[in-house]
């Protein structure tokens, strides 16, 4: 797999969504730098099109932005630097609302994911000082909050096949599955495990009903069966440690940190290693890294690189994915 394209960027990039708008494919990344002891950075909006140069807008938010998820064609999720989790409209340049939570200072609102149903929609965020919270996107409200949900910082929620089901991460080397429909919070952990031999746990993506991946600071790559989570059903040496995992019909974009990134296969048994990216790279710092559709008959994907402040492009022949 090849560098198709790439383009320079304003900020440190660390978090990278595909998001299809109006009938246009386009990224977005959330970035941050830090600047005399303050979290400054914004959102980027990059057009895509199969020819031609990449098109770029920088909308600057006065704090940083640590990750991002795409909820509709008008709404983007934004975990931020100050402890905010806000919808964000970035035609318009705007925030649409903002889902308060009471903080100490200096907390960081580290990671987001969302879940849709027929009925509901629900949004997950995890904190610098090891809190969950979940908020029913149409009441705008937080119905479940965990305050000491890991000891350090939780890395990552995710939310299982089923809503009320969510996984976390954190810097304590914990991963957790819980119920959050339990009251009170501390009934609410169904499961914990030291998942990557008592490191952070850093990434975690739902497969289908029972099964999901997850990923650490110890460079693996683990698939696990919620039925049975004594041992991990397959494992797999990666390239650097595992930041977020993304999903594309059988195929998973794993952005590895300083090994960039990789694309995995897993068929239920092993998970194999298709494509390693920038492996190469000297200095490359992979945060964020994500699928892109309707480009024409390739593979496309995006990695951002953190600190030389680079988004690139890679393309693949569609065969070669499987």
């Known amino acids: 797999m090849n560098i198709w394209r790439s383009l320079s960027l304003p900020s440190c990039p660390d978090a ?42 920088w909308h600057s938010l006065g704090t940083g932005v640590l990750d991002l998820d795409c909820l509709s064609e008008t709404c983007l999720i934004l975990a931020t630097a100050d402890g905010g989790v806000h919808a964000y409209d970035p035609e318009k340049g705007a925030v649409r609302w903002t889902l308060p939570r009471s903080l100490a200072s200096g907390t960081l609102a580290l990671s987001v994911d969302h879940a849709a149903r027929a009925t509901q929609t629900f949004i997950a965020a995890s904190y610098s000082d090891g809190s969950l919270a979940v908020a029913d ?35 304590d080397g914990y991963m957790r599955l819980w119920d959050w429909r339990l009251r009170p919070e501390s ?15 850093t990434a975690a993506c ?29 494992h797999l040496q990666m390239p650097g440690g595992v930041w977020r995992i993304q999903q594309n019909e059988g195929a998973f974009l794993v952005a590895c940190m300083h090994g960039h990134a990789a694309i995995i296969g897993y068929d239920g048994k092993e998970l194999t290693s298709i494509a390693l990216l920038g492996g190469t790279m000297n200095g490359s710092l992979v945060y964020g890294a ?19 402040k680079e988004l690139y492009l890679w393309r693949m022949a569609a065969n070669d994915l499987h």
């Open 290 to 308: 994500s699928w892109i559709r309707d480009l024409g008959d390739s593979v496309v994907c995006a990695t951002a690189s953190f600190y030389d």
């Open 187 to 201: 009934s609410s952990c169904v499961f914990a495990c030291h998942a990557h031999q008592g490191i952070g746990v």
């Open 206 to 234: 739902v497969l289908d009903a029972h099964s999901f991946l997850s990923g650490g600071f110890d460079e693996h790559l683990r698939a696990w069966d919620m039925r049975m989570l004594s041992k991990p059903l397959a």
């Open 137 to 171: 996107i149409a009441s705008q409200e937080w119905v479940w909050e965990c305050s000491h949900a890991h000891t350090h910082e939780a890395w990552c929620p995710c939310f299982g096949a089923e809503e009320h089901v969510l996984i976390s991460g954190g810097d």
């Open 16 to 57: 990278l969504s595909c998001w299809s708008s109006h009938q246009e494919t386009l990224l977005v990344y959330g970035a941050y730098e830090l600047c005399e002891g303050k979290r400054t950075g914004g959102l980027g909006v990059v057009s895509l099109a199969p020819t031609g140069p990449l098109q770029a807008t």
